[in-house]
């Protein structure tokens, strides 16, 4: 048996890991239950705990392995007159809730991989948005997306994948794609600007934006920061505090409703009531107002608020991630411009899963071409196997890297790959032939030569490919960036093992 060497070991190694990527350890595919997509999150299911990505495994004790048996379940239980009491299991917790409603969440069956479907496959509405009457610059098209993204979170949708592109001409865009959503539904969605208001009890305090809110104390860990963690109900939780300056008429109306109000009786430091924040009059988060502001005009308030998990890194997270989101509706409190919409677009699920199967049949088919032909022509099946191998395997590490690095493939991902494919078996076969030239030269000179071609067109490929980055509003990325990586795989990976494959062969 041939000693395998570095580079095939190589290969080997980074195929196994590329498996585990794509199914996870232990497999996703062999795990039970439904997967939590979004949970409402003035909810008592939020409140004890349930979050997106959990697993449910059972309900009061009953086995839930799929949408249906979970959805029986809960048709049983409610909804009640009284409030009932139901235990969910999760992978790693168990809740317990009392209530009268069925609990507010969506669910999917788990995923067989941990590979993301764009929305190509997946279906839906997907738009590229700019500013009307007004060219923007990178630093505001990313405000931008993070505004849209907190205004898509305040609505509760989940699925959405907002970023910033931009076109050859340097135009900035914003696109937007959501999973299952209608073309009218986004349109309406990016059409409301939207407002935010503070408000304590039924009376305005201000508003977001320049108007009320001077400014907002960010990225400054004097003014801004996590200020401590600690266990909570079997998690963590962590508080975090930041400051808000406003403007002299936001001070003198928030004085003058303070001084009216009286103390909080279970918690004596602060006042009364507190001070709600809602965006589209809908209640996104609730603040306690110190004591010591009461009646006062201060131009300088300090909000703090909190995030649990599960551990004290994801508390930690999670308080990080929901003060960026305060301090960004305090910033705005609505879409910086009047948007409109450049292009819209719509896709079926069921003609993604279309293409989807032609596709794989179209590779199929090529690969079932390739395989006839280089057996006719060498007449060799281990080097014709050898070749089919090795191409297998490039597809199979391509899929492991957007796994890890949560590429979400659609068509023209998957078209990259196909190319990348193409690519790749007519570089093999270069290399088929280089080892059987009858010239005075030994096996490993002869690959040696046959690399510095390959090598050469990987340089000249990478450079046309990087254009296709921002082209089109960057809607050809999907195909630039699985192209890019997929013949980068070719070169460090693949190229060099099937080249050591083929010494072997040929000694």
Known sequence: MAKLTFRIWVLIIVLILSLISIFGLPPSFLEKGILITSVEQNSSAFEQGLRQGQIITAIDGKSVESI???????????????????????????????????????????????????????????????????????????????????RFNVYGISDIKVSPVSDLAGNHFMLIEIAGATPKDLKQLIEQQGKFEAKIGNETVFIGG???????????????????????????????????????????????????????????GYLSKPLDLYVDDKLVDTLLISK???????????????????????????????????????????????????????????????????????????????AIVIFVRYRKFKESMALLL????????????????????????????????????????????????????????????????????????LVSLLPLLWAGAGLLKGFAITTIIGITIGILITRPAFTDIVKKIEE
């Open 292 to 370: 010591d502001l009461q009646g006062r005009v201060t131009t300088q308030i300090s909000i703090s608020g909190s995030g649990i998990g599960a551990t004290q890194d994801e508390a930690y997270s999670t308080a990080e991630e929901n003060m960026n989101k305060l301090q960004t509706i305090l910033i705005t409190g609505s879409l910086p411009y009047k948007l409109e919409i450049v292009k819209l677009d719509t896709i079926s699920p069921i003609l993604g899963e279309q293409f989807i199967k032609i596709i794989l049949l179209a590779g199929l088919g090529a690969l079932l071409a390739v």
């Open 68 to 150: 249906d048996e979970f959805s029986e379940i809960i048709k049983e239980k409610y909804p009640a007159d009284l409030d009932i009491k139901t235990t969910i299991q999760t992978k790693n917790s168990e809740i317990i809730l009392f209530s009268k409603q069925a609990p507010e969440i969506t669910f999917s069956d788990i995923p067989k991989t941990n590979l993301k479907a764009g929305l190509d496959i997946s279906g839906g509405a997907r738009a590229i948005v700019q500013a009307q009457d007004k060219k923007l610059s990178t630093e505001e098209v990313n405000d931008l997306v993070a505004i849209t993204n907190n």
């Open 210 to 268: 320049e108007r009320d809110v001077a400014s907002v104390c960010r990225n400054d860990a004097t003014c801004a920061a996590i200020t401590a963690c600690s266990d909570a109900n079997g998690g963590s939780i962590c508080n975090f505090q930041f400051s808000v300056y406003l403007s002299n008429i936001a001070a003198e109306k928030h004085a003058d409703i303070t001084k009216k109000l009286g103390i909080n009786e279970s918690e004596p």
């Open 390 to 461: 090795t191409s297998f395997s490039e597809i199979i590490i391509i899929l492991g890297v957007a796994s890890m690095i949560d590429w979400n493939l659609d068509l023209l991902s998957i078209a990259g790959i196909l190319a990348v494919v193409g690519t790749g078996i007519d570089q093999q076969i270069i290399i088929l032939d280089e080892s059987r030239i009858k010239v005075s030269l030994s096996v490993k000179e002869k690959l040696k030569r046959a690399f510095t071609i390959i090598l050469s067109a990987y340089f000249t490929a």
